[in-house]
Structures are given as structure tokens and as C-alpha cells.
């Protein structure tokens, strides 16, 4: 929906008259330049205007339609150095479903979110062009033909160059967006943050659900194995090796009380020359933090990291040549504060800040 408003409660920096102006996500522009001839859909020059995130000293944050960060809406990757997909499916979760439900709140959540890092002095609207792409149109009655239909979405996303952010969604969905991005750069590094490893072989008979992507990843070679980590890893199983899959295919694989109660800037450090400069892919299940941090989630699992740690993490791949993240497994249903949409959406924040070309001031 768009909303107009008049320019004294809507004005962007440099607004001013008694016009009228419409919100467009976070884009705020005279109402007849909503179908601009003369716009272009091809990569923007480095010295053209950017997509901001609005400023709600401008406009207000119940303002506007409900984009991540309040960014504008298009259909199209073309042009867009970065973008953040919705994949609202949860068909693949074998316990508490409500993930279809995570990419809406979490865009609702970002309403808070700011345009700077001063903790990094990351700049990320100001280096990149960026859009919410809406979500994908998943079939929520067939999980493989939803994975068919994610993997045909990211494929046309990874060809127009754009780097995908994506709210999930159960952690299926990351099987069919490597497909995608891995056709293009070839096998991934991994940094995976969960409370699980995923590399179940199958369920009920079934060998597609959200405990098996990273098994499916490496049966088509997906991964670059010696550059996969997983961190915070825990919960009880049904045997003493569960990790013997894992460490037996080449993946690092810190246990969350490998964690506890430290920083983990030093084992980022050794991430960062295990990946190198090949590219990699950040995908962090919401599980892996405490429960205490993300209790809306359908597999929670007690002890687990902190929001200090998850940012240790995000911001210890700053300089990884990152090609896509993911962020999965937030389920509103049982987040009725929304404290973990929040805190998903600062971490894709944080994800955006690690990007290629951000500038760092």
C-alpha cells in the first residue's frame, strides 16, 4: 500500500514545499515521480543516489509500508548491489512450525533500525544499492517444489550480480538458495551458526526437511568442506558421535560450551584464514542463540550463545568475500514480545555491514 502524506510529516533531507510526497518503503519522492520515465534499471553509477532507509526524525516508524528497514520495494534485482528476500516457508520444520511467519515480522521489527554501524563504522546505504525483493512465491502444500521454486528465484537474483540477505523461513530453504549461489561461484565456504548441524540423512523416509541441508549440500558438492565451520552446536541425541558426520567431511565444528562465557574474536580470527578469499556464505539459524535471547523459534535448545557473540561472529567476516546470507527459523508465534525478530533483524543489519564494497569509515 502506499500512503500519502503531506511533506511537512514526510520530508526526506533536501524535502521542502507544500507538495505532497508518497513513501515508497523508505524512499520518500514527489507522488508524480512514482512511474519516473526517465528511471533506469540498469546498476547505478557509483556517484548516483542511493536507496536510504528513512530517518524517523522525517518520517515516522509506524509509516510506510512494512519493508525490511523501510527500503523500497521493487520486483527486479537488476541494479541492486544487495537485496533481502523473504522465503515465508515452514513445511520443512519437525517441531514447531510458525517460520512462514518470520520474514514479516522481522521486517516489521526493523523499523528500528539505522542507517550507520558505529561500532564497525560500516556505511552500507552509502557503498551499496539496496531493496527489499519481497518474497518468494512458495507452495506451501510441496516442499520440493517449493525448493524448485527458491532455486529458480535466487538464480535470477545471483545472474543480475545482487547479493542475496534472506529472512527465513525454516532452514530447508538454505539447500535450494546454495544450489543457486553455488552455480554461480562454485563450492561455498560456510560459516553456519545453529544449534544443530543439519546433516541429518533423512526423517519419516523423507530426505528433504530442515535437518538436512548441509547433508544434501555436500551429497551435490555445494561446500567446499574444508571451509565449512559450525558453531554452537549442542542439545541431546540419540548417540555420543553425533559429530562424527560433520568433523569426518572436513567441517570445523565449535560446541557451544566451547563458547561459553568468552569472546569469540580469536576463533574468528582463525575462521578468516581457514575461508581465505574464495567465496563464502553466512547463514545463522536464530537457534543458536539461548532461548533466553530467541525463544521464538521451533527447536530451541538451552546454553547457547549470546547477541554479543552472534555480532563477534557476523563482524569477524568482515573482509570474507561474502556472496549471500540467511538468517532462519524465527517463529512469531512463540516470540510474542518479538524480541527474536528484533534481534534478527539486527543481525542481518550486521550482515549487510559485512558485505564486499560496504565502506568502513
Known sequence: MLRLLASGCARGPGGGGGALGLVLGGRVRPAAGLCDP??????????????????SEFVARSVGICSMMR?????SPEGLDA???????????????????????????????????????????????????????????????????????????VAAGCIPLTLGGDHTITYPILQAVAEKHGPMGLVHVDAHMDVADKALGEKLYHGTPFRRCVDEGLLDCKRVVQIGIRGSSMTLDTYRYSRSQGFRVVLAEDCWMKSLVPLMGKVRQQMGVRPIYISFDIDGLDPAYAPGTGTPEIAGLTPSQALEIIRGCQGLNVVGCDLVEVSPPYDPSGNTALVAANLLFEMLCVLPKVTVA
Open 38 to 55: 526517465g528511471s533506469s534499471q540498469s546498476r547505478q553509477a557509483s556517484d548516483a543516489p542511493r536507496n536510504q532507509p528513512p530517518s
Open 71 to 75: 527500503l523500497p520495494v521493487q520486483a
Open 83 to 157: 537485496a533481502f528476500i523473504g522465503v515465508p516457508l515452514d513445511i520443512g520444520t519437525s517441531n514447531r512450525p510458525g517460520a512462514r511467519f518470520g520474514p514479516r515480522r522481522i521486517r516489521e521489527e526493523s523499523v528500528l533500525l539505522r542507517t550507520a554501524n558505529p561500532s564497525t563504522g560500516a556505511l552500507p546505504f552509502q557503498s551499496l544499492m539496496v531493496a527489499d525483493l519481497g518474497d518468494v512465491n512458495v507452495n506451501l502444500y510441496n516442499l520440493q517444489d517449493s525448493c524448485r521454486l527458491i532455486r529458480e528465484a535466487y538464480q535470477k537474483i
